[in-house]
């Protein structure tokens, strides 16, 4: 097929589900460009896709987590005459950490990758997508948006930001032709969890942990068909129910449980 002149934006892109949907792109002819800290992983993601699927590849390293990390990125892409049509904010992290013993640089890392960026980055090419009335963007969620619990105070409520920024998003630019959705993936086979391999293991045959590859392709393909929101995995919709519906009584005497400390 041949490749189409405007690119794809990856943020965490060199590795992991982030990889998984530049390749998604790539298959779509789309070139990509990934944005992500991590050097060697983008010079070897790039390399890889621009073989494999024989479009356009670059990279830009730089840490996503700076207050002026969307303006870096959008600049580049402006210097470089790179028209994005495909947004997707997919760099995070992640960490259990009662907040008062999270460092403070940690609790500002997730918080700038997580919304401040994200946010900013809609911002800069949701508007240049308004302006041409062509665009896609996908925000990168979690079935934890749906889990306000003990030691992902930071986390889980940054990823609830995304679902609902997304949401307005989507309706602020529907009638510009822009589609916006967020994808809500459960746990996914990646090192995000830091689990050892007998773990994943185990839990991909559960059905409870999925591929990057699944996820990458659902959510594509639903940003594509100009959904909302897609949950990949029925057991994830299985999980939200039940969250809703857990006893803030039993929440508590499970983090008492983990903890064992007299002041929880």
């Known amino acids: 097929m041949e490749q189409k002149q405007s690119w794809a934006l990856v943020t965490g892109g060199s590795s992991g589900i982030g990889y998984e949907y530049a390749c998604q792109l790539a298959l779509r002819s789309y070139p990509v460009f990934i944005v992500s800290n991590?050097?060697?992983?983008?010079?070897?993601?790039?390399?890889?896709?621009?073989?494999?699927?024989?479009?356009?590849?670059?990279?830009?390293?730089?840490?996503?987590?700076?207050?002026?990390?969307?303006?870096?990125?959008?600049?580049?892409?402006?210097?470089n005459?790179?028209?994005?049509?495909v947004l997707v904010n997919n760099a995070g992290m992640f960490f259990w950490s009662l907040l008062h013993e999270a460092s403070p640089e940690k609790i500002l890392t997730i918080t700038q990758l997580h919304v401040t960026t994200p946010t900013m980055l809609c911002?800069?090419?949701?508007?240049?997508?308004?302006?041409?009335?062509?665009?896609?963007?996908?925000?990168?969620?979690?079935?934890?948006?749906?889990?306000?619990?003990?030691?992902?105070?930071?986390?889980?409520?940054?990823?609830?930001?995304?679902?609902?920024f997304t949401l307005s998003l989507h309706y602020e630019l529907k009638d510009y032709n822009v589609k916006v959705c967020y994808i809500a993936?459960?746990?996914?086979?990646?090192?995000?969890?830091?689990?050892?391999?007998?773990?994943?293991?185990?839990?991909?045959?559960?059905?409870?942990?999925?591929?990057?590859?699944?996820?990458?392709?659902?959510?594509?393909?639903?940003?594509?068909?100009?959904?909302?929101?897609v949950i990949p995995g029925c057991i994830n919709y299985l999980f939200i129910g039940l969250v809703k519906i857990c006893p803030l009584g039993l929440i508590n005497i499970a983090k008492r449980l983990i903890y064992k400390k007299n002041d929880l």
């Open 123 to 164: 911002r800069l090419f949701g508007n240049e997508m308004r302006k041409k009335q062509k665009g896609y963007i996908l925000n990168v969620a979690s079935i934890a948006a749906w889990m306000s619990f003990p030691t992902l105070a930071t986390y889980a409520n940054s990823k609830m930001y995304i679902k609902n």
């Open 81 to 85: 005459n790179m028209e994005i049509e």
């Open 38 to 79: 991590q050097e060697p992983e983008c010079i070897q993601a790039a390399n890889h896709i621009n073989r494999q699927y024989g479009v356009a590849a670059r990279y830009l390293v730089t840490d996503l987590s700076l207050s002026n990390a969307a303006e870096e990125v959008y600049n580049f892409c402006r210097q």
């Open 185 to 229: 993936p459960g746990a996914v086979d990646t090192s995000l969890y830091q689990l050892s391999p007998k773990m994943r293991n185990i839990l991909r045959k559960l059905h409870i942990m999925l591929s990057p590859q699944e996820v990458a392709r659902k959510g594509i393909n639903a940003l594509m068909k100009g959904k909302k929101r």
